[in-house]
C-alpha cells in the first residue's frame, strides 16, 4: 500500500508559477512510476508529467518547456514545478504512483488533489 498526499496547489496569475509536492509513505521502494495527472469538471484525467525511479521524464506537449517533474527518493516525495501558467492549466491536480505487484500487472495509487487555478 502506498499513500500520497499533495501539497502546493493554490490561484496564481497567468504567467506566474508554482510548486506542487506530493509526499509518499507506506511501500515507497516498491514505487516504479509516478506521475502528475489533472482533471478538469467533465473531462477525463490527464497526464501532465512522469517520471520513472530512473529518473527518465515524459510531459504532455501542452506543459513541455514550462512544467518539469523531480522525484527525491531518498525523502519520497515527488515535484512538479509549473512555471508561465496559463488560465488552461486550472484543474485539479493529482498525484500518482505505480507499483507492480505481479508478472505485468500493475497497481496505481493516487492522493487527493490539489486545486491550481490560474487567473488570466
Known amino acids: 500500500q502506498v499513500q500520497l498526499v499533495e501539497s502546493g496547489g493554490g490561484l496564481v496569475q497567468a504567467g506566474g508559477s508554482l510548486r506542487l509536492s506530493c509526499s509518499a509513505s507506506?511501500?515507497?521502494?516498491?514505487?516504479?512510476?509516478m506521475g502528475w495527472y489533472r482533471q478538469t469538471s467533465g473531462k477525463q484525467r490527464e497526464l501532465v508529467a512522469g517520471?520513472?525511479?530512473?529518473?527518465?521524464?515524459d510531459y504532455a506537449d501542452s506543459v513541455k518547456g514550462r512544467f518539469t517533474i523531480s522525484r527525491d527518493n531518498a525523502k519520497n516525495i515527488l515535484y512538479l514545478q509549473m512555471n508561465s501558467l496559463k488560465p488552461e492549466d486550472t484543474a485539479v491536480y493529482y498525484c500518482k504512483a505505480e507499483v507492480p505487484v505481479w508478472k505485468s500487472a500493475i497497481a496505481g495509487y493516487w492522493g487527493q488533489g490539489t486545486q491550481v487555478t490560474v487567473s488570466s
Open positions: 507506506g511501500s515507497t521502494s516498491s514505487i516504479k512510476v
Open positions: 517520471i520513472t525511479s530512473a529518473g527518465n521524464t
